[in-house]
């Protein structure tokens, strides 16, 4: 295909809205323009290659075009483009439901489609709202959610979000929730100087804010919200799974419904198929979007049990009817998508695969970071690793903000190869499962060359 480079970007400059970013900071620079993918690396207009590191913003899972998701569209495409779920169904739709259930724990065996993280928050809210109000608990009406947690763009994920940076100035147009501290270990004052695994002992000190907004306000909360074991846009924040388990026990001592937005780190990101699985325990709904597509196509679940679902089950006139609906919900293209893929984790098993490219990155991270003079902390799980950069490593002092040191390690990542894209100044790898150790090294090899370069002032935008 023969590309027009220059149209492509003064389209882009004069027409585009790009999401998350700064328009500004695109005056006098171009984005790359990719144009192909394969495995765990975009193709660039100009033909240069790029890790994608960031497993393209979180999706892909097995790699760019896999044969086997690239056959299931083609097929899929022969038989239905899409109708609406609502008075229909299909086996497209029940098809993803039945590989689920063999990765689920029985309990989550009630399923609610629709198109992306967000909405799934957004249906597991007004779920965990309604399941409430429909049993006559009028009181049970706010969240507990956490300090630096993400949970999406609309309006109610934003009400339980709780990184300042994105959701301050929309406060007027959330609702109020009880806000917890997060079990940020490296800016906990128990913590290790570095949280590395964050499997350290520890007793659990972050957690005790959420215990006083249950024993004070149980009576006035429908739900907990968190993300399981990685807060991932508010830092790469990796906690211990005991932090899930005695989260359970205080949610089920105050009778509030457990949400756990695996959204991130659902489909194996976390090394294991849904990060809840390391803490043994089970939430009452999960919302998973993403990876369940491997990163192909929107397509989102709310995933609840049978008890939520039967406190909505009534007479019509009872008026206890789930009122939410998208036009795309449970799109066939998607759910053919999201079957390969979930055909892909039973037959190829590539988690047990994996071990050993996990084991080499988490101890690569460790032996090429940590030692480094502005590396404040080292975290990791399966697939996803991250450093904190600070500009006092005793102080952990971050550096200033005007600095934009994040930045311009991305737009320098991207001159060699890479897409370090930052969340403030903490640098992360978010690989694909299909990544293999030799790749592993040298993305951790060039990143800690960019890294290193731009804190000397060695690029253009160092
Ligand atoms: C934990 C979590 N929840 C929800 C979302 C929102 O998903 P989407 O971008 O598909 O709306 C994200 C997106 O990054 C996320 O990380």
């Not at 290790?192 to 149980?218: D, F, K, N, Y």
């Not at 006035?220 to 005695?246: T, W």
């Not at 996803?384 to 952990?396: I, Q, T």
């Not at 903000?401 to 320098?412: A, H, P, S």
Request: proline share 5%; aromatic share 12%.
């Amino acid at each position: 295909m023969k590309w027009d480079k220059k149209e492509i970007l003064a389209l882009d400059r004069k027409h585009v809205w790009h999401p998350f970013t700064q328009m500004k900071d695109y005056e006098d620079r171009d984005p790359p323009v990719i144009v192909e993918a394969r495995g765990t690396r975009l193709k660039t207009i100009e033909g240069q290659l790029l890790y994608d590191t960031i497993s393209s913003w979180w999706t892909n899972i097995h790699g760019h075009l896999h044969p086997r998701l690239n056959e299931a569209l083609k097929r899929q495409l022969e038989l239905l483009d899409h109708v609406n779920f609502s008075g229909f169904t299909h086996p497209y739709a029940t098809g993803v439901v039945k590989h689920l259930l063999d990765f689920l724990p029985s309990q989550l065996s009630r399923f609610f489609f629709s198109d992306n993280g967000s909405t799934a928050v957004e249906v597991a809210l007004k779920m965990a709202f309604q399941y409430w109000q429909n049993q006559g608990f009028t009181t049970k009406t706010r969240f507990v959610c956490l300090e630096n947690a993400y949970h999406g763009d609309t309006l109610g994920a934003v009400s339980v979000g709780g990184v300042d940076l994105f959701f301050k100035l929309y406060k007027p147009l959330t609702f109020e929730t009880f806000r917890a501290p997060s079990p940020y270990c490296y800016r906990c004052e128990e913590g290790p100087s570095l949280t590395l695994s964050a499997e350290h002992e520890c007793s659990l000190r972050c957690l005790q804010g959420l215990e006083e907004i249950l024993t004070r306000h149980h009576q006035e909360v429908c739900a907990v919200i968190l993300e399981p074991r990685l807060q991932a846009a508010g830092g790469m924040l990796v906690y211990p799974a005991a932090y899930l388990k005695a989260l359970k026990e205080l949610t089920e001592k105050y009778q509030v419904l457990l949400i756990f937005d695996e959204v991130a780190t659902g489909f194996g990101r976390t090394g294991t198929m849904f990060a809840f699985e390391q803490a043994g325990v089970v939430p009452d709904l999960i919302c998973l979007a993403k990876g369940l597509t491997g990163g192909y196509l929107p397509l989102a679940l709310t995933v609840t049990t049978e008890e939520v679902y039967r406190a909505f089950y009534a007479d019509y006139l009872e008026g206890k009817t789930f009122y939410h609906g998208h036009s795309f919900t449970a799109n066939p293209l998607c759910c053919a998508v999201a079957i390969e893929n979930l055909k892909i984790f039973k037959e190829e098993d590539p988690l047990a695969r994996g071990k050993g490219v996990r084991a080499r990155f988490h101890r690569l991270l460790t032996d090429l970071f940590a030692e480094e003079p502005y590396v404040g902390d080292v975290r990791f799980v399966g697939y996803v690793g991250a450093v904190e950069l600070v500009a006092d490593k005793d102080r952990k002092e971050p550096f200033p903000v005007e600095k934009r040191l994040g930045f311009k390690i991305y737009m320098n990542s991207l001159e060699e190869g890479l897409v370090l894209r930052p969340l403030g100044d903490v640098i992360y790898w978010f690989l694909p499962l299909c990544v293999t150790e030799a790749e592993v090294e040298e993305i951790l090899t060039l990143s800690r060359e960019v890294i290193r370069k731009t804190l000397k002032g060695g690029f253009k935008s160092g």
